[in-house]
Structure formats: structure tokens, C-alpha cells
């Protein structure tokens, strides 16, 4: 008897280690173009590299509660779902202007008399993926003009974990010129997420936006009660007001079902720019822009990053998801962001 308790014993000690390692577990599609993540058995993320876009993504995003936090539009598009920005999907990584081509605006949307004003990140391949306590996952792709041309090598770290019901993303991106490289300032950049449309600050009136390639874009007003977002950086500072605000975090939050969700990107003082720019707009672009100086400050000040051929820069951020009864408060942040910086 004492010997089936102690096997038994064991066998339980055993089941609970390999629950604890495998808290987060990825899954490569043999037949399709995409890594799912789950974390406790629950599906959290896909890393999503079809060659019909023009960049890799994260899509969609879950919190812990099963809400998509992410919008649907374009590739999944649900009800009440904002038509404008094609290129917005999940979460990613890129720029408006990479030697006077654009990464950022590119989509299936661009009229092809004008690709030629635009770049492609090309995937490669897969170097490490693992799953565990933290999840792993490592690629490498290209950022190429319209005629292959290499501008830059890209090497993309994903860690996936979760502590105290808080689901995060590190992503670490190390950009290497394979060409004399200039990022020239620009708005549009560099690490942007496009969320549900819960989430979005009420829009109260129709906006155009039109870009330096003529190309318009309609924001339309929120006719719901859907929207209910908003926008709060380390300063305290709310609202649209946020935009073109530095901080080192921004969090955006609101009720998604019966929890309010919290989403929050925190900056690393190794990024260039550190405290980031934050292009966070009310309609649901929250994104980090460490490059874009002159938009954001009237001109007062420009940075305009050069990269020679073979010299690398190196972009950290981390993501954090939170589905909760209240937002995630300050304190909290500020823990998850000491971590981030050891």
C-alpha cells in the first residue's frame, strides 16, 4: 500500500511538472501558413506569414476571456467591423519610409500603377520554435523593394508567457542593412496593433486623412454604443490627447463583453527614441513610434535614423493583454515593466 501511494504520489508530482512546462504551447500548421499559441489549453495568437500580405503579423489576438482584441476587417471581418486601413491587421512591425519606399501603407488596396512606391516584408523561414513555461518563437524574413531588392535582413524573437492572468508578448526585432539604409521621419510607424472595435474612443465626426501619396482615408463616425475605449500613458495623460505624446507605456482599455480589457505597450529604454512617440489614434491604430519626430512635435525636431551596409538596429517592445473587472492599474504596469527592462 505504501508503495501504490508513493507511485501514485510521484505520477501527480510528475502530470504537475509537465502542466507547469507546457503553460504555453505552440502549433505549426503543416498545411498552412500560420503558428497558433495557447496558453493553458486556451488559444491566445497566430503568427500568420502568408506571402498575400505584405508582412508578417500576429492575428488574431485573444484576451485570456476569449474576446478578440484585434478587429476582424480585413481577413475575418465581423459585425459593426471599420472598413478603412486595409493594411491595419493584428499586430506588427514595419515603416512608412524605408529609402523612400513605404512598408507600412502597403495592402492589397494599393492601385498597381503605384506598388512601385512600396516595400515588402518577405518571410523566410522559422529558426526556433518551442514551447514550455514561455513560449518561444524565432523567423527571419526580408524587407525587399517591388523588384526583390534586399534593403534589410529582419530576425524577429516572439515570447509568449502569462503571469497573474496577464498575457504578454515580448518581441524583440533586430533589422540589418543589406544596403545603405535611411528610415527618413515619417508618422507611420513602427510597432502597430489595430484593435476591436469595442475598444476604439467613439468617433464623433467623419475624418479624412490623406497621405503624401494622395491616397484618402475616411474614418466614419461611430453611429453605436459599441465603442467605448480609451487611450492613458505613464503621464496620466487621456484620450486622443495621447497622440504624438512620449511616455515610456501607453495602455488602451474598455468593456469587451462583462470584463474590461486592457491592452498595454511599454517601450525599452535600449530603443532608439526611448521614450516612444505614441501614434495612438482614436479609431484604433495603437501604435509606438520611436522615428517619427517632426509630425508629432511641429516640426520643433526630426530624426531621420541611417543604418550602414551590415549595421543593425534592435527594437524591444512588450505587449500586454488583460481581461479583468476593472483596468489594469499603475502599479501593476509598473511592475511588468521593471521585469521587461532586467
Not at 68 to 87: E, I, M, S
Not at 97 to 115: H, M, Q, R, T, Y
Not at 169 to 174: A, K, L
Not at 322 to 339: F, G, H, Y
Amino acid at each position: 500500500m505504501k508503495y501504490t501511494y508513493c507511485y501514485i504520489t510521484l505520477l501527480i508530482m510528475s502530470m504537475n511538472v509537465v502542466a507547469q512546462k507546457n503553460i504555453v504551447e505552440l502549433k505549426k500548421d503543416k498545411d498552412h501558413p500560420v503558428v497558433q499559441v495557447f496558453i493553458h489549453q486556451k488559444h491566445f495568437t497566430d503568427f500568420f506569414f502568408p506571402d498575400t500580405l505584405a508582412k508578417p503579423v500576429l492575428y488574431p489576438i485573444y484576451a485570456s476571456n476569449g474576446m478578440a482584441v484585434t478587429r476582424g476587417f480585413p481577413l475575418q471581418p465581423r459585425v459593426g467591423d471599420a472598413t478603412d486601413h486595409p493594411h491595419h491587421i493584428g499586430l506588427w512591425l514595419n515603416y512608412e519610409n524605408v529609402n523612400g519606399l513605404d512598408f507600412w501603407n502597403n495592402s492589397f488596396a494599393i492601385p498597381a500603377e503605384k506598388k512601385s512606391l512600396y516595400g515588402n516584408i518577405q518571410f523566410k523561414s522559422i529558426t526556433n520554435i518551442k514551447s514550455g513555461s514561455k513560449g518561444e518563437l524565432t523567423y527571419v524574413a526580408d524587407w525587399v523593394n517591388q523588384q526583390k531588392e534586399i534593403l534589410l535582413n529582419e530576425e524577429t524573437e516572439f515570447v509568449f508567457s502569462e503571469k497573474n492572468n496577464c498575457r504578454i508578448i515580448d518581441r524583440t526585432t533586430i533589422l540589418t542593412a543589406q544596403t545603405l539604409v535611411k528610415f527618413t521621419d515619417a508618422k507611420d510607424g513602427l510597432l502597430g496593433l489595430r484593435v476591436a472595435h469595442e475598444l476604439q474612443i467613439p468617433v464623433k465626426e467623419t475624418k479624412k486623412y490623406t497621405d503624401d501619396k494622395g491616397i484618402v482615408t475616411t474614418i466614419i463616425a461611430t453611429k453605436d454604443s459599441i465603442a467605448n475605449g480609451n487611450y492613458i500613458n505613464s503621464n496620466g495623460i487621456e484620450g486622443d490627447s495621447v497622440w504624438s505624446t512620449k511616455s515610456p507605456w501607453c495602455m488602451m482599455y474598455g468593456k469587451m463583453g462583462k470584463d474590461t480589457v486592457s491592452i498595454v505597450i511599454i517601450d525599452h529604454p535600449k530603443n532608439i527614441g526611448y521614450p516612444t512617440n505614441w501614434h495612438a489614434r482614436g479609431y484604433g491604430l495603437f501604435a509606438a513610434n520611436p522615428l517619427g519626430e517632426k509630425i508629432f512635435t511641429n516640426g520643433k525636431a526630426e530624426r531621420n535614423l541611417t543604418l550602414q551596409k551590415h549595421e543593425s538596429v534592435t527594437f524591444k517592445y512588450r505587449i500586454v493583454i488583460v481581461a479583468d473587472k476593472k483596468r489594469l492599474d499603475k502599479s501593476t504596469i509598473e511592475l511588468l515593466q521593471k521585469e521587461f527592462y532586467r
